[in-house]
């Protein structure tokens, strides 16, 4: 089973999915979806795209390089079935799969806490130039208990 990129979007096209489009010069697009296709025909690139990952990478937001991409490469040279490579072969490709994952995170974790960081320096320069906004509460001491003894007098009164 080939498992095919979509030309536009770079999701997978499984078999029986999607939308083929050849060229008058014999070039090959793959479309998983009708969305797809429309944007490539409507002549849209898919950088500009938010929902693409060719936005999500042009935008710093995924890995852009990464020694696990080497993996997905397509080869197209046919190899003999060996029972043991192609056991050695799925173990590695489920490997490969922690590694990826184990990298994202830590990528999106450090991606995002400099997020955090740039929140606050913003707060604190917010917070810095509105100073006269912000108001002080000011209670009396005295006159919150004077408040607080007075519904407890009435309800002995009732009683």
Not at 94 to 111: I, L, P, Y
Request: charged share 35%; aromatic share 8%.
């Amino acid at each position: 089973m080939r498992v095919e990129k979509c030309y536009f979007c770079s999701s997978p096209c499984y078999p029986g999915h999607g939308v083929g489009f050849v060229r008058n010069d014999g070039s090959l697009f793959r479309f998983c979806r009708s969305k797809c296709h429309k944007n490539f025909k409507a002549k849209r690139n898919p950088r500009k795209m938010r929902w693409t990952k060719a936005f999500r990478k042009a935008a710093g937001k995924e890995m852009t390089v990464d020694s696990t991409f080497e993996f997905e490469k397509r080869r197209n040279v046919p190899v003999r079935y060996d029972r043991e490579m192609m056991e050695t072969t799925v173990r590695a490709i489920k490997r490969v799969q922690e590694v990826r994952a184990k990298r994202e995170r830590a990528f999106v974790r450090n991606r995002v806490q400099g997020k955090v960081q740039k929140e606050k320096e913003e707060a604190m320069k917010q917070v810095q130039t509105g100073m006269d906004l912000l108001k002080v509460p000011t209670i009396k001491k005295k006159q919150s208990i004077k408040v607080a003894a007075k519904p407890a007098q009435n309800r002995m009164e009732v009683d």
